[in-house]
């Protein structure tokens, strides 16, 4: 069978043993056996096992060279045993069938031969294709059978780890420790593991990992099943990225975010306080000045929101949020927004709600999402007339939405304007400033305090955001 896939094809030996075989059937046949004639069948049985294995080595050329001397032998045979009349007659005729049989026999096994061959090659190109475009990425790849064993990883991968991957290595036995999201990885909770116990693929999850020789890392990692025709899964494949530089800047750019706001906000809470005592002295003097400091109070406030957001989303990348969390009435918190929000706005902002709802959780940063939903579709509805605040009560769950009137959001953006830093972009909304955290800053609050935050919405219709949370008894 190792012949199988090589594309050597030798024509001496079909011939040498072709020769050597009639040579041995004639020596038996004529000094060792006493009846010669016995010899026939076997010989026949010899001869054709002979061309089946020469149309295997060498293809279509061995099989019918090995055919052609059959015959030539057994011409031999019949001229040698003087055979005259209807005895010729049959030995011919029996010769011509065998002969077309052996040229079939030889013609099939050699072609298939061959074929079997060009596959084989055209397959093992194609691997070397592969593997050759897996060594060039700039990724690491690794690619196990479905028992997690490695068949086949790239040298990028060995960089990654800092050491060489051995062969002998299993997927979800042999892994090192890794973290996600701060919480410990288990070698069977590796993307690869659990894409072959599972089935399903992981898109880009990120994991720190202690190499050994100490150094951390940072690893975007995806993984992939790979299935037979019949669904099954027989291998898997991951894709490595070692993404350290770029997290160590993204940590150095939050680490100068988070000092540059720390050191903003102390002088800009007393230019805040400055200016509203400044407001109050002039308040009996001329109206033109009070409205330019009144301008520099609505800027200084904005200032503040920015750097306090700022501060926040800092806080949120490293883990430093904490919340004081207190048992409070929802709705009461809400009224008292509602108030001092409707005293800065032309919009109508009406409340429907029912009875008192307690919740356990951090009162100012409650406070905090529901003015930013309430300010957003205050910005975002310039010609819109009503704001409707309502809250519901659903199995166990209070819901708060916000609803506006105002240029809404298509449904392929609906998800990201949760993400950091997003803003919806279009011709429409130049004209809105922002930056993006607001969304991000209450879909991690609310999701900390077990809750949940979502919008509906429809462009140029307007927006609903809702966000719920656990009620507690009273
Ligand atoms: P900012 O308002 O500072 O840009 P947010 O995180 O609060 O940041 O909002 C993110 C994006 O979501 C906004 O830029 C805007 O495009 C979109 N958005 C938020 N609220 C609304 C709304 N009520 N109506 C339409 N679009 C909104």
């Known amino acids: 069978m190792h012949h199988l896939g090589e594309h050597k094809y030798p024509i001496v030996l079909p011939f040498v043993l072709m020769l050597a075989a009639c040579g041995l059937l004639e020596l038996i046949s004529y000094t060792i056996l006493p009846n010669p004639e016995a010899v026939g069948v076997y010989a026949i049985f010899v001869l054709v096992a002979l061309i089946i294995y020469c149309a295997f080595r060498s293809g279509l050329r061995g099989g019918f060279i090995a055919a052609v001397m059959t015959l030539v032998y057994y011409g031999y045979i019949i001229y040698t045993h003087n055979y005259t009349g209807q005895q010729l007659r049959t030995s011919i005729e029996t010769v011509i069938y065998l002969g077309v049989l052996y040229f079939l026999l030889a013609g099939i096994i050699g072609w298939l031969k061959q074929r079997i061959d060009t596959l084989i090659d055209r397959e093992a190109n194609e691997k ?32 990654i ?7 002998e290595f299993v997927v979800g036995k042999d892994t090192v420790l890794a973290h996600h999201k701060g919480k410990v990885v288990g070698p069977n909770q590796w993307p690869l593991a659990y894409t072959l116990s599972t089935g399903r693929s992981v898109a880009g999850k990120e994991y720190t990992l202690q190499r050994a020789d100490g150094k951390k890392i940072y690893l ?13 899964v027989i291998a898997a494949a991951s894709i490595i990225n070692d993404v350290t530089q770029q997290k160590l800047l993204e940590e150095r750019k939050d680490d100068f975010v988070n ?100 919740v356990y959780a951090d009162r100012f940063r409650i406070y905090q999402v529901l003015t930013n939903l309430i300010t957003n579709a205050i910005k975002y509805s310039p010609e819109g007339k009503h704001i409707r605040v309502r809250i519901k009560r659903t199995n166990g769950n209070v819901v708060v939405s916000v609803q506006d009137e105002g240029i809404g959001i298509a ?11 997003y803003q919806v972009v279009d011709d429409t909304e130049n004209t809105f400033p922002g930056f993006g955290m607001g969304l991000f800053i209450s879909k991690e609050i609310i999701t900390r305090h077990r809750g949940k935050i979502w919008v509906e919405s429809e462009k140029g219709r307007g927006s609903t955001f809702f966000f719920s949370l656990p009620i507690v008894k009273e």
């Open 220 to 232: 975007n990692i995806s993984a992939s099943p790979i299935h037979s025709r019949d669904g099954k």
């Open 259 to 358: 000092m540059a706001s720390h050191e903003l906000k102390t002088p800009i809470t007393s230019m805040k306080l400055y200016v509203e005592l400044l407001l109050k002295k002039l308040k009996k003097t001329d109206e033109k000045t009070v409205s330019i400091v009144s301008s520099i109070k609505n800027q200084t406030e904005r200032l503040q929101k920015l750097v306090n957001d700022l501060l926040d989303v800092s806080r949120l990348q490293t883990g430093k949020l904490t919340f004081n969390k207190e048992r409070f009435k929802l709705d009461v918190l809400v009224e008292e927004i509602v108030d001092v929000l409707q005293a800065s706005t032309k919009h109508t902002i009406l409340q429907e709600k029912k009875g008192s709802v307690f």
């Open 128 to 159: 070397r294709r592969l593997q050759s475009i897996i060594q060039q990425l700039p990724v690491g790849v690794v690619i196990t059978d479905n028992n997690g064993k490695i068949e086949y990883a790239n040298k990028q991968l060995e960089e």
């Open 161 to 167: 780890m800092g050491r060489p991957i051995k062969r």
């Open 411 to 421: 449904s392929d953006q609906q998800k990201k304007i949760f993400h950091r830093l």
